[in-house]
């Protein structure tokens, strides 16, 4: 599947703020959207343009593609309660996104290359689908061969001192992670309109 390979900031800088599923960067040097006329271009804003950014920003933020983004959006339209509740659902139980939040990867996409190289596994079992739903009661680790590897070891040091979320539980001597819960909206770790989003795609699915 295609993936953008370019640089990363630059998509930070298109939607005006760091994105830390993309970069570790912790701000943004350049604090105005990429190009020859950034700095000094004053764009109009717009219901519209408010809607794509918004859109933009989960989808770099989660590292998802357009056409898997509007599956999320549908199924989180289906389901029952609140459609912008529901799609955060969907992406912050993602298997990339938890490997992240556990700390064994220092970004998504990172987490991404972690799951599809076979280092995984959910319930003793070895899962290489980035998509994967996590659900409560699932327990991720790592294959005991991948838990020696020394960048898992460089990794776990470095996110050591970031924050946890409430509903997962982690033991890092051993690289074990389990759902306690399901995610809250409050822990999206990026300023996030999700019912902009759904407004976006309103007119479209």
């Known amino acids: 599947m295609a993936r953008y390979r370019g640089p990363r900031l630059r998509k930070c800088r298109a939607v005006g ?3 830390p599923g993309l970069t570790t960067a ?3 040097t350049r604090p105005f959207p990429p ?3 950034g700095a000094k271009r004053k764009a109009k804003s717009s219901d519209f343009k408010t809607r794509m950014l918004e859109k933009q920003k989960a989808r770099f933020h989660y590292g998802i593609l357009e056409r898997q983004f509007q599956r999320y959006v549908r ?4 389901r029952k309660g609140p459609a912008g509740a529901n799609l955060v659902n969907l992406l912050e139980r993602r298997l990339d996104n938890i490997v992240w939040r556990l700390g064994l990867a220092r970004t998504i996409t990172a987490a ?3 799951v599809v190289h076979g280092h995984v596994l959910v ?3 070895r899962v290489d689908r980035p998509s994967f739903s ?5 327990v991720v680790s790592l294959r005991e061969k991948s838990a020696s590897k020394p960048f898992i070891a460089s990794t776990l040091e470095y996110t050591s001192q970031q924050p946890r979320v409430a509903w997962l539980e982690f033991d890092p001597a051993k690289c074990v992670g389990k759902m306690t819960s399901m995610p809250e909206r409050s822990d999206v770790p990026i300023p996030l309109n999700e019912n902009a989003i759904i407004e976006y795609y309103s007119q479209m699915l």
């Open 17 to 19: 703020t760091v994105l």
């Open 26 to 28: 912790p701000t943004l």
């Open 35 to 37: 190009g020859e006329h």
């Open 75 to 78: 199924e989180a339209s289906r």
């Open 112 to 114: 991404r290359q972690v």
């Open 123 to 125: 319930n003793g079992k």
């Open 134 to 138: 996590v659900d409560v009661g699932d």
